[in-house]
């Protein structure tokens, strides 16, 4: 198929359209302070999801279920970050806003971290505390959307 490809349009075969990044290049990206928030919002995206992801598991272990309820217990977590993937990368086609859809997921991200933090103690909030980590590794994962 990329053989036929070529074939038919020789140029797309060749990599001249490649434009190294100089330090002049750099300067000028980053005396644009109206990209700031969005350089921010790039470098911290993933930062308070990523340690609920890594350790859901642990998490889960930790909240008294055993092995092969924790298996199944974070399929719900994968499920709901494949559906956002999917909608929030179609939002952003549709409403041609990156911006507003990255703050959100920040917003969305926030609001998780603040109740799993207040949340008290206890057995009796194993349940709500479980929620909060699937809401919060299912978060609208945005990266579909920066390329």
Excluded at 64 to 77: H, K, Q, S, V, Y
Aim: one cysteine or more; hydrophobic letters at 50%.
């Amino acid at each position: 198929m990329v053989n036929r490809v070529i074939r038919d349009d020789p140029s797309k075969g060749d990599m001249h359209n490649r434009q190294a990044v100089t330090p002049w290049l750099l300067w000028e990206a980053l005396k644009d302070y109206d990209m700031w928030p969005i350089y921010l919002l790039g470098l911290s995206w993933s930062i308070p999801s990523t340690p609920a992801t890594a350790y859901l598991t642990l998490i889960l272990k930790s909240l008294d279920f055993g092995t092969f309820e924790t298996n199944l217990l974070t399929i719900p977590a994968y499920v709901l970050f494949l559906i956002q993937l999917i909608f929030w990368t179609w939002i952003s086609e549709r409403i041609n806003n990156r911006f507003i859809i990255v703050l959100y997921c920040q917003v969305w991200m926030l609001a998780m971290v603040t109740a799993l933090e207040v949340l008290p103690g206890g057995k009796a909030y194993n349940w709500s505390r479980y929620t909060l980590n699937i809401l919060l590794v299912g978060f609208p994962y945005i990266h579909a959307i920066l390329g």
